[in-house]
């Protein structure tokens, strides 16, 4: 039987209450994908994976696994298995009990059912602890579990509701590489919960961003770290420096005007001309010069460098007193503080988003910067 | 290393004391003279007898109202763990408008002075058309043990991760599966629990038999009844047995529930 996973879900809506928190979803995750649903917390995400696995009920819209329309059928009916944040390991029933407890649902012959469990419980590398408790095992121990109960039943589709938050830093380093390994491994989907962006980065083929009961961004990892939809996905995924500005078309380039001086980038967007727009530009992706370069003049000072382990940052101040993050991997000069500097960027680094209908800035006026300049 | 009382310490320890004796003294009293070889209450003690104990088994009467007693609080305790277990599985399952409400009505019951239970009980009986006897205290209990039995589950069912109910479905798990195989076994000792305190409360109920029974006589009516016409030794002892069946049932439920917290 070849094995799909394909979810589909049309035209999602849920109210908790008077509380919209899923808004016309329309979004289709791919058979044998790993794909994280990231935001913060309150934004819906664990309310859709709970729609998938039937814990919850549909206000409107439907729910699709590959052909089949599921979002009418009982939990018990979806070919699809849950990880628990707490793991929800049954507590009366040691550890082979509780990987067996769903193929003993489907009244699987006694052999199967022992060959099924002992295969997921080397895969989890939980072999020797058949007969534990979950009262005698560690959260890492546990949570291994819960992962054997649910891929021991084989279905094509695993929804994880943030099983790594409760696990310390650097048993969650390592479970993130091991479920990236086990999901290859199954070529099963996996549908991913997580407010930690780093976590997404690292494990997802692709990252659905959401805010606010809506899907901000769908996209590899990649995509979504360099090219941001929105002001959101941007400030969310990784540090970034948001500049508000007034645009104007230069050819294929975008002329910035905004209240720390004037910048460019590149006019991927249809901007057009006296458009408010918001240019997001990555701490790493910042330049400094001496002298103003071509097409830039954002003069600035740097206020205060930091050392972070692999990192060195600096903060530089701006004509307008916004601050602004610049980061350099150690190693490399950074000028000290109080050093006047330039601040320009390569123009396909800078993300230009329209800003939705909402103008942050009624008006920006052109900064006099010839006191800086001299 | 001396110890210093302050004066509000010992009065504290003082009518805590009090309290103690007025609660227990009487009970002491009543196992004391059941082994009293004099028949007329005094103290102190003439001697020590079994001889009460010995009327107690010789009274058919006694041990008929007994039986009536131990039948009634069984076949009440049953029904009621019948209908209270999955009414409060129910309760916690389900999401409903109005379970708020019904939650503080469940254990209305259990509130309400039993004269008034009694008499609404018989009134609805009556208009079913059930007559008084047996079958009527046996409703009876049943009803007022179940305002014991619901809440009681119900408390530990809402301690209960609701996260099992869910990993037991997502895992293919219908409801019945789901209610034998993971929540029962997760409550089994405060359902346990609850029928042992459900037989100790129906073994000593007045109110309710009282508007109920007709000609059909538990052992708390008549002992009630034998009271009326003097004071026998039969009853200290009877009462002492009773007492020794409640304190076990009651330390027993007790240590049950404490370990299933856990």
Known sequence: MEKKGAITLKNINKYYGKNHVLKDLDFEIRPGEFLSLLGPSGCGKTTILRLIAGLEYLDSGEIYMDEDRIDRLEPYKRNLNTVFQNYALFPHMDVYKNIAYGLKAKWLGHKEIDRRVKEAISMVKLEGFEKRQPSQMSGGQKQRVSIARAIVNQAPVLLLDEPLTALDLKLRKEMRFELRRLQKQLGITFIFVTHDQEEAIVMSDRIAVMNGGRIEQVGTPEEIYSHPASQFVAEFIGETNVFEAVAAVDGSELRLRMESGTASALNIKGVSDNEFVNCSVRPDAIRLSETPVEGFNIPGVVSECIFSGSFEKAIIRLVNDKEIKYTRLSGSKIPEPGTKVYVYWDKCDAEIMKTEGHIVHSQIEEVDLSAWNN | ?262
């Open chain 2, 1 to 262: 290393m001396s110890k210093k009382f302050s004066g509000s310490t010992v009065l504290v320890i003082i009518l805590a004391v009090c309290g103690f004796l007025f609660l227990y003294l009487p009970v002491v009293v009543v196992v004391m003279y059941s082994f009293n070889t004099d028949a007329i209450s005094s103290f102190p003690m003439s001697g020590f007898t079994l001889k009460w104990y010995k009327a107690m088994f010789a009274n058919t009467e006694l041990i008929k109202s007994l039986r009536n007693s131990l039948i009634v609080a069984f076949i009440g305790t049953g029904l009621a763990i019948l209908i209270g277990v999955p009414g409060a599985y129910g309760m916690y399952k389900l999401k409903f408008p109005g379970k708020k409400a019904l939650e503080k009505m469940v254990i209305l019951p259990m509130m309400l002075p039993g004269i008034i239970t009694g008499i609404t009980i018989l009134s609805f009986l009556q208009l079913v058309g059930v007559v008084q006897g047996a079958f009527a205290v046996v409703l009876g209990h049943t009803t007022f043990l179940l305002g014991t039995v619901l809440p009681q589950v119900y408390t530990r069912l809402r301690q209960l991760d609701r996260n099992l109910l869910e990993a037991s479905q997502d895992l293919g798990a219908g409801g019945a599966q789901t209610f034998f195989h993971v929540i029962l076994p997760n409550i089994k000792t405060s359902v346990f629990g609850a029928a042992l305190l459900s037989i100790t409360l129906s073994l000593d109920e007045i109110p309710v038999t009282f508007f109920l029974n007709g000609v059909f006589t538990t052992l708390p009516i008549k002992i009630y009844g034998m009271t009326r016409n003097g004071f026998t030794p039969e009853i200290n002892a009877i009462c002492s047995l009773i007492l020794l069946a409640s304190v076990a049932a009651v330390i027993i439920s007790n240590k049950l529930s404490a370990k299933e917290a856990v």
